[in-house]
């Protein structure tokens, strides 16, 4: 099982760059999930996906942010223009919903350093 | 779970004793509970979960206790070993339908002496 992969494993650009994060999920999970962690405000939903489809974006910190699901085993996150304090860990995350659910399962992150 | 603070709960423990971390919760309306256990540089790691129609859950050397009158959820490690050393949240569904959009508790740093 590979798990959820996540690349690049760390990132550091400059204000004002555009950042793009990736994840692949777990082969067979329909649900897939954004959360950003930040040692002031925890762990925190940003968005996710039920069969490629967006579900809940609300915690989308603004119009600067912007993630999609072509298909079933891609995900990006987008961050244009970047701001510092965007910096933070970004997890993605994927699980199996509807009848038989399965727990969430996280990558192991991308580092962002916005400069 | 809570909300978030910089300074986390820490609990420090010898090889071989039990642990256990506690954990509140706000909204009654959740019905899903979930342990996860974080390493430095690495994602949050599944450890176990418990739906709202139980209050008890065993796995191996883990045991989840679920409070729901007082609101409370606690994970009991057995014979802690020094790779159980780590960040452990609890999280809710925080009364959705999603077991996947969960609210998180700001963390206990357990530390396991030799």
């Known amino acids: ?3 959820v992969i996540q690349s690049p494993r760390h990132e550091v650009t400059e204000m004002g760059q555009e950042v793009t994060l990736r994840c692949k999920p777990i082969s067979g999970h329909n649900s897939l999930f954004w959360y950003r962690q930040t040692m002031m405000r925890g762990l925190e939903l940003l968005i996710y996906f039920n069969n ?18 072509p298909n079933a085993s891609f995900s990006t996150l987008k961050i244009q223009p970047s701001e510092p304090r965007d910096s933070a860990v970004y997890f993605c995350a994927s699980s199996l919903a509807g009848g038989a659910r399965s ?6 992150g991308t580092r962002l350093t916005v400069t | 779970g809570e909300s978030v603070g910089l300074h986390l709960p820490t609990l420090s423990v010898q090889e071989g004793d039990n ?3 506690n954990c509140a919760y706000s909204n009654s309306a959740s019905d899903y ?18 739906r709202s129609n139980m209050d ?10 679920l409070n729901k009158t007082v609101k409370h959820l606690s994970l009991q490690i057995a014979a802690t070993q020094p790779g159980d ?12 339908t999603s077991y996947g959009k969960l609210t998180f508790g700001q963390g206990t740093i357990l530390t396991v002496h030799p």
Request: with cysteine; hydrophobic share 35%.
């Open chain 1, 52 to 69: 490629n489809v967006p579900i809940d974006d609300s915690g989308m910190p603004e119009d600067r942010f912007s993630a999609k699901m």
């Open chain 1, 1 to 3: 099982d590979a798990g």
């Open chain 1, 103 to 108: 727990p969430l399962h996280f990558g192991n």
């Open chain 2, 33 to 50: 509970f979930i342990w996860y256990k974080q390493e430095s540089g690495k994602g949050p790691q599944f450890i176990i979960d418990i």
């Open chain 2, 85 to 96: 050393s780590a960040v452990y949240f609890c999280a809710d569904n925080a009364g959705g």
């Open chain 2, 19 to 21: 642990s256990i971390i």
């Open chain 2, 56 to 65: 008890k859950r065993q796995g191996q050397r883990v045991t989840v206790l």
